[in-house]
């Protein structure tokens, strides 16, 4: 439930249910991927796309509420597994669910409570608090214990996670008009 009752989101239709379920299926996907080809001793591939499942999120959220941003999550989770247990190795597939899920919904929850301040407060904060979380989940468990050097990937792939999430700023600002909840007393 929303922390500001006044507000009246838009329904979810099939169409944006699918379509964002879709969107945040093919990011995991792609992240799972490329989270597994290093750049370097700091960075993956994978921490170039992952951010944009914080948009995705945000976007959802601001259009049609938390309630329906947590049905894409979970939606989007369900793909996530689905998705990772084919394609990536099972220590990542966990890894990334479980990062994913604890993320998504803590990245609801934040946007929902901030949604009545500046524009972009509300994006800017609760994809820096999801994007650490996530950090720290997922290669926690998809790394400890090995020798690969996992703790410096983990912080050059939340240094990159903040930096794009500024970025995303940009689109989320772009397609605010679009996202808007409709305002009390109209019709969507």
Known sequence: MSSHPSIRFAPLTPTSLLLAVLAMGAVVLGSNVLVQYPIN?????????????????????RRFGPQAARRVAWA????????????????????????????????????????????????????TCSATVDTAIFWSIAFAGSQLPWVSWAAGDLAVKLAIGVC?????????????????????
């Open 41 to 61: 001793d700091w960075l993956t591939w994978g921490a170039f796309s992952y951010p944009v499942a914080f948009l995705v999120s945000n976007l959802i959220n």
């Open 76 to 127: 989007g989770f369900a793909v996530a597994v689905v998705l990772s247990v084919w394609i990536a190795t099972p220590r990542i597939a966990v890894a990334s669910c479980s990062a994913f899920i604890v993320a998504q919904l803590l990245d609801i929850t934040v946007f929902d409570r901030l949604r009545a301040g500046n524009w972009w407060r509300a994006p800017m904060v609760a994809t």
């Open 168 to 188: 995303l700023l940009a689109p989320f600002r772009a397609l605010l008009w679009k996202m808007a909840p409709l305002k009390a007393g109209t019709r969507g």
